[in-house]
């Protein structure tokens, strides 16, 4: 087991780094003058001097990183030149709606995808299990955007049920907010559960046909004990792989759903910080984008020591 974890760890702080070193040469060593890309090819070189100064281009590549990573190290994530605020202050009001609703999308995920996927499996090559896959199916060919069109349309504009944009708040209570959140759950949900229920089904199918299923099966343990206690455990290694890349996603990739619904969270201010053409907001977010997704998967390796035994009596699998 502390094997396994110094391995992971290091694996870690070395994709860290190779990670920061990535971010770093495109947004700042790439051809191109960041100054320019950011007050524009009209501006007056007293600003674009002033400019440089302020972030200091004028420095050797290799202190420009040096203090970069030292900033980041520190928490200072420096200023946005657009919003002239922390961009630390930036991303700290937004999480507060990006983070919950990437937990609640993988928590529904999780609801409707691993009983759908235990349930096809076991009724392997009957109609349950071909209605699962046409739902999983859809799933995966429907667009998120067009999805979450599909839902403002019935349960806002028709239905006039559920609000079709915009973040009421924390402040004006839990049922406003998380009124507010309804569909931008679902929107994303219900497309990672899809994935996540064929992943489900194709893990527990290779399960069950081992022999320590028939002889549990022979003991006389009920089908659903069988399935719940000893297929499905077994098969949950490429499911936590699969959740989180998928939490990953959500936390960082829902751009176009928070633009849809209006959102102003992490994906949306990445939108505006790119169109805004503010660098040194884009920079310090995908890096912090980066070591979150960095962070989850080795949550998610840790969690493979928990489901497999062999992991903690040092076997490295």
């Keep these: 087991m502390r094997v396994f974890l110094f391995k992971r760890l290091v694996t870690m702080i070395f994709t860290l780094l190779a990670a920061s070193l990535i971010v770093f040469v495109v947004m700042e060593i790439l051809p191109g003058d960041p100054a320019i890309v950011m007050l524009g090819i009209n501006a007056e070189p007293e600003t674009l001097s002033a400019l440089r100064e302020e972030m200091g281009l004028n420095r050797p590549v290799a202190i420009r990183y040096l203090n970069w990573l030292e900033d980041l190290i520190q928490g200072d994530f420096g200023t946005s030149y657009t919003y002239d605020v922390s961009v630390f202050e930036l991303i700290k009001e937004r999480i507060q709606l990006s983070f919950p609703l990437a937990v609640f999308a993988i928590t529904l995920s999780t609801l409707i995808a691993i009983p759908l996927g235990i349930i096809a499996a076991s009724n392997h090559s009957k109609p349950l299990d071909f209605i699962v896959m046409v739902f999983s199916q859809l799933g995966i060919a429907i667009p998120n955007f067009w999805f979450a069109l599909l839902l403002i349309i019935v349960f806002s504009v028709s239905l006039r049920w559920l609000p079709a944009g915009g973040f009421a708040g924390w402040d004006a209570g839990l049922i406003p907010a ?140």
């Design 178 to 317: 998380l009124t507010s959140l309804l569909l931008p759950t679902i929107a994303l949900a219900l497309p990672q559960s899809a994935i996540l229920a064929r992943v489900t089904r194709s893990s527990m199918l290779e399960v069950l046909k081992e022999d320590y299923i028939r002889t549990a099966q022979a003991k006389g343990s009920g089908r659903w004990r069988v399935l719940s206690r000893h297929a499905l455990r077994n098969a949950m290694i490429p499911v936590v792989t699969i959740m989180g890349l998928q939490f990953s996603f959500l936390l960082a990739g829902t751009i176009i759903i928070e633009n849809v619904f209006y959102l102003p969270g992490i994906g949306r201010l990445i939108f505006q910080a790119v169109a805004q053409r503010d660098l040194i907001v884009v920079k310090n977010l995908v890096i912090l984008l980066a070591v979150m997704v960095i962070l989850i998967n080795f949550i998610v390796d840790l969690l493979y020591a928990v489901i497999d035994p062999r992991l903690r009596g040092g076997e490295d699998v």
